[in-house]
Nanobody, 126 residues
Framework: QVQLVESGGGLVQAGGSLRLSCAAS????????VGWFRQAPGKEREFVAN????????YIADSVKGRFTISADNAKNTVYLQMNSLKPEDTAVYYC???????????????????WGQGTQVTVSS
């Protein structure tokens, strides 16, 4: 099993920044890709970004491209999501997920991920 714990969420004003962390433990060597998804109230879970543990295979959703970046620290088994120029529409619960799969084209379907964290709330005020 793989355990994922997100941290770094909170309340921020529009235009501000937050950095989310996803700490993985357990049989992490079985996983190849770590992704971030988000879900706003009444909406479906939306892909945000993913990355391979090697640091390759970065894939970022068009809705956040240019504002969000994703990085991985293999030694710490941690993946980060740096979120800049935040907008009220970025408000959501952000989930970290890990997949046994790897694709240079990105894994944007939540069904392709095998392990999930509990989520962290991000609220952006206008």
């Amino acid at each position: 099993q793989v355990q994922l714990v997100e941290s770094g969420g909170g309340l921020v004003q529009a235009g501000g920044s937050l950095r989310l962390s996803c700490a993985a433990s357990g049989r992490t060597w079985r996983t190849n890709t770590v992704g971030w998804f988000r879900q706003a109230p009444g909406k479906e879970r939306e892909f945000v970004a993913n990355i391979g543990w090697s640091g390759r295979g970065i894939y970022i959703a068009d809705s956040v491209k240019g504002r969000f970046t994703i990085s991985a620290d293999n030694a710490k088994n941690t993946v980060y999501l740096q979120m800049n120029s935040l907008k009220p529409e970025d408000t959501a619960v952000y989930y970290c997920a890990a997949s046994l799969k790897y694709s240079t084209a990105g894994l944007a379907d939540p069904g392709q991920f095998d392990y999930w964290g509990q989520g962290t709330q991000v609220t952006v005020s206008s």
